[in-house]
Every structure is written in C-alpha cells, then in structure tokens.
C-alpha cells in the first residue's frame, strides 16, 4: 500500500516520535541547561590548568602539595612510557579504608587537634573534642573505689563493687586517647580457654564473651549488663592494658583477679589471613599471631572509647 500523509492524530507511533523531537528541539535551544558549558580557559590559559595523577598520588602517599602548570601549555616532548605516571589502581591502593573498629572519632583526640576520620558518620578531615584535663568517665558509683597499690598509690583503676573494673585513664598515644572507660570484667580467668573461631557448639572466643551478662554464673557480675553489652577486646585493648601507668600482667593483676600467665585472645584477625588472629602473652605483655583453631583465654570488655 502506497505511503499517505495521514495526519499524526490517526498514528500514535508518529505522535510519540513528535514528542521525543520537541524535547531534542527545546535541549537543543538551551531551555534545559545543566551547567556552565564554557570552558575556564583556553589551552594555554592558567585557568584551565589542572592537577595530574601523580599530584594525586603524591598526596596521599607523603603530602606533598602539587603544582599545577603556568600559563604556558607545552607538548609533551616524546610519548608516554612504562612507570612515567601512577594510574588510578595505584591512587586507590593509597586511599584510606574504613575502620568502625579502632578509628578515631573526635572524642578520642585532643581538642582543637586535626585528624583523619575512618569511621562511619565521621570520614575525612575532622578536629578532635577530647579535654585531656577531664576524664569522661568517673569512680563515684556505690561501692566504686579507686584501686591502690601497696605504696598507696594509683589513678587509674577503678573497682566498680559490681565484678567490674574501669580504666579511667586509657593511654595517650598519637594525641589521642586510647582504652579510656573501658570497662573490664574483674574475674580474669571466666572466660575459659577457647578457639577463637566458633566450633560445633557455638562456642568460641567470641560467642563465648557476647553471652556474659550480670545472670551470668560464675562471673560475679551485678552490674545489670545484658547479653551482647560484653565483647572480646581489640589488639590495641589489649596492648593499652598490659602499658604503663599500672599496667596489668599476670605478676602485677592489680584490682583484677585470676590473671593467667598464659595467653589470651584479641578479636582482631591478621589483614590478608583470615583464618589467623593475634593475642597477647599476659605473662609479659607480647602479642603475636596463629591460626584460629587454638584454644586461649577469653577476658571480655564492654564500653570504652
């Protein structure tokens, strides 16, 4: 059948194409614009002058400034070769990664003291908030006291009366504070040894301290904590533990008692060997690492900062 000009009322096909040709039309005149479309500059102009990946990369490797170029545009004088420039595999292998278990947050760094935030709600550059002059957490509970060494001397641990003992101090590492208000189970051998991983009766490192709660028995626990307030600590937990000012180690337990001159077990795993962890020798205070399947003492924490 030959071809007819039949008006487009009688040929959706054709109304739907006039459609889309008016939205062409109007992109086209500019009544839809999405941004300035002019460039800063020309070639040779400075205001089009921008950073290089190696700037980039630079950076976030030592801090070096960067430079953009003068006003002046060259050509490059020969064409690129092997190792001339950095790609962007290796500027994302220089970019920070997140950390929502031992980053800082600002409460963690001194006041007015510049950082890097990892964590959630707080990446990038923030400025910490922490008074080294006033601890956040204090030893004015009912039956809470300050524990004292044979000399009467001592500031940092406190007996809650509750089977609990919180570090008021921490250790101040970095500009920021580390292991503060932490709060420590005083029976230091309940846990029991166990495999970090869980084994055939969910039972291991970790399982084990998320269970513990003030019906715990055994635990001498009155402190009206629940299941899942107790963890099991941080490498860095505990290395500030067993550091000075009165640190703790199986010759020198301090308010805490069972301390095992044995080893007990961090929940942080080894980067790239998933199945190893690293603990820590309370006899001594050295750390090391080994594959899960080992059975080590579990002291759990809960709180701090």
Known sequence: MPWSPTPTAYHPYLRALSGASAVVLLLSTGAVVAGELDPPGGPGSEASALYTLQDLYNRLDTGEEGAKRGAG???????????????LDAIMDKMPEKDD????????????KTFWGLTDGEWGQQTGTLNPETAPCNCDGDGASIWKNDQQEGTRWCDNGDGTVTDLLGLMADGKTKGR????????????QKLWIDGNNDDGANTRAGI???????AGLSDGSVVGDWRLPTLNELQVLTADPEKI????????????????????????????????????????????AQFFYVWPVRGGQ
């Open 181 to 192: 208000c932490l709060v420590w189970l005083k029976k230091a051998d309940w846990g029991g």
């Open 73 to 87: 545009f060259a050509e490059p004088t020969s064409g690129p070769t092997a190792g001339t420039m950095h790609d």
């Open 101 to 112: 278990t031992d980053g800082a947050k600002a409460e963690d760094v001194t006041k007015d």
């Open 249 to 292: 180690l199986s010759g020198s337990p301090g308010p805490f008692t069972d301390v095992q001159q044995n080893f007990y077990w961090s929940s942080t795993s080894v980067p790239g060997r998933a199945s190893d962890a690293w603990f820590l020798n309370l006899n001594n205070g050295r750390t090391g690492n080994i594959d899960k």
């Open 212 to 218: 513990l709660s003030a019906d715990t028995d055994g």
